[in-house]
């Protein structure tokens, strides 16, 4: 399967400032990313889905303005928190798609914690 | 409105005996399924999927069963090892593929000496 690499692994914040999480294939050209989140003792959401190029694709819900997500190559995605704040702490995990592949593979994660 | 279901939170089993995880669905469009195994502070690790025109497949230790009439499939641990205990989620998709997932709420798996 598929290397995917997140940074930070964990991040601590002050309410109102903006974080940025890097998502990187490692060995494997991800057309598609996925960004999750985990709210304690809950499931994985799906937040919003990106095509390297294209515009992000967010779900019901998931505020665009304040998740912004950049899918610029086949390797790198970023997710911008910005404004955060407490209900905005969780744990973030991107994964990554492709040509030739029929799974997603996941990155270990970021834990966002805002104060 | 929780598409997958997994009504089990959590499941112990003894060390080389079978684990049988449980998955539920209501939308009826899914048409491939996965499950995920998943350690605290970790992402998750694809385990075995399975396709709607399929009703099991296998993979070592691991083999998934899929009851489309039920909407239901399971998961199968044979034997159950020790280094198994984590969160299993099921997950689906209704693209045929590993797209847009949508994952059940998980079963912690404790398996035991």
């Known amino acids: 399967g598929a290397v995917v690499s997140q940074h930070p692994s964990w991040v601590i914040c002050k309410s109102g400032t903006s974080v940025k999480i890097e998502c990187r294939s490692l060995d494997f050209q991800a057309t598609t990313m996925f960004w999750y989140r985990q709210f304690p003792k809950q499931s994985l959401m799906l937040m919003a889905t990106s095509n390297e190029g294209s515009k992000a694709t967010y779900e019901q819900g998931v505020e665009k303005d304040k998740f912004l997500i950049n899918h610029a190559s086949l390797t790198l995605s970023t997710l911008t928190v910005t404004s955060a704040h407490p209900e905005d702490s969780s744990f973030y995990i991107c994964?990554?798609?492709?040509?030739?592949?029929?799974?997603?593979?996941f990155g270990p994660g970021t834990r966002l914690t805002v104060l | 409105d929780q598409q997958v279901k997994q009504n089990s939170p959590s499941l112990s089993v003894q060390e080389g005996r079978i684990s049988i995880l449980n998955c539920d669905y209501t939308n009826s469009m899914f048409d491939y399924f996965l499950w995920y195994k998943k350690y605290p502070a970790e992402g998750p690790t694809f385990l075995i999927s399975?396709?709607?025109?399929?009703d099991k497949n296998e993979d070592g230790r691991f083999t998934v069963f899929l009851n489309k009439s039920a909407k239901h499939l399971s998961l199968h641990i044979v034997p159950s090892q020790p280094g198994d205990s984590a969160v299993y989620f099921c997950?689906?998709?209704?693209?045929?593929?590993?797209?847009?997932?949508?994952f059940g709420t998980g079963t912690r798996l404790q398996v035991t000496l």
């Open positions: 997950a689906a998709s209704a693209a045929g593929t590993a797209s847009k997932l949508t």
């Open positions: 994964s990554v798609s492709g040509t030739g592949t029929d799974t997603q593979y």
């Open positions: 399975i396709s709607s025109i399929k």
